[in-house]
């Protein structure tokens, strides 16, 4: 698998393109192609949710609080679920930048919210945290998980995945930017899969969509 996921990466080299995998029954981390980091787009609207989240746990606010038009969890499902950017402002507010950098640290993560900039293993540990229940309650990430379930847009990594397969996602596109961040589980297994990708532009996003296809049924077919 590691030899086809690098054999596609080396034959799509006008692209950018990170990809990291995490095994989560042993936390295994493999990284292909470019580490750095790139501007996360909506994949860190999910970083986001899971700060409002422990606000909420910590007994600092509310999902019930107003915030702007609705309630703040229905921002946050706004947010994941329909990658709204008014939404996420709200929540970005809510929380507060620096104590939203602040939490990212405290899970290992640098983010800095000005720049929006993640790389995709950092990407990779928030969902694999977040899977695991090591960021929030068993109630709060049965709910931020099942936003991430039929999006509004599934044309990325999901459309590569197979019956049987259950896909946790969150996408990207901000100008040359696109993003697919997972955790794909099946049976007993669960793994996080993660592919930032920078282009020239959006006209090559279908041509970078047949990447994540191609990378996507490599994993599938290695790993399920």
């Known amino acids: 698998m590691d030899a086809e996921i690098n054999g596609i990466l080396d034959a799509n080299s006008q692209y950018q393109i990170g990809v990291t995998l995490i095994d989560l029954s042993n936390g295994s981390s ?8 790139f501007e996360a787009a909506s994949t860190a609207k999910v970083l986001a949710a899971a700060a409002y989240y422990h606000l909420v746990e910590v007994g600092e606010v509310s999902l019930d609080d107003p915030l702007g038009d609705y309630t703040s969890g229905l921002q946050i499902k706004d947010m994941i679920q329909e990658s709204d950017n008014e939404s996420w402002s709200l929540i970005m507010d809510a929380v507060g930048y620096s104590e939203l950098q ?3 640290a405290s899970i290992g993560v640098g983010y800095d919210p000005l720049n929006n900039t993640l790389t995709p293993s950092e990407m990779a540990s928030i969902l694999a945290d977040l899977y695991t229940g090591k960021l929030l309650n068993q109630q709060d990430t049965a709910q931020l998980l099942s936003y991430m379930q039929n999006t509004n847009y599934e044309s990325l990594i999901p459309a590569a995945v197979p019956a049987g397969i259950t896909v946790f996602h969150k996408y990207g596109l901000l100008d040359d930017e696109l993003h697919d961040a997972s955790v794909l ?4 297994s669960s793994y996080v899969f993660v592919v930032y990708t920078k282009g020239q532009n959006e006209s ?19 790993l399920f």
């Not at 589980?185 to 007993?188: A, L, P």
């Not at 090559?204 to 290695?222: S, Y």
Request: hydrophobic share 35%.
């Open 30 to 37: 493999h990284q292909y192609g470019v580490q750095a980091p």
């Open 102 to 104: 602040a939490y990212a």
């Open 185 to 188: 589980t099946g049976g007993t």
């Open 204 to 222: 090559d996003i279908p041509a970078r969509t047949e990447v994540f296809h191609q990378l996507t049924q490599a994993v599938v077919t290695g």
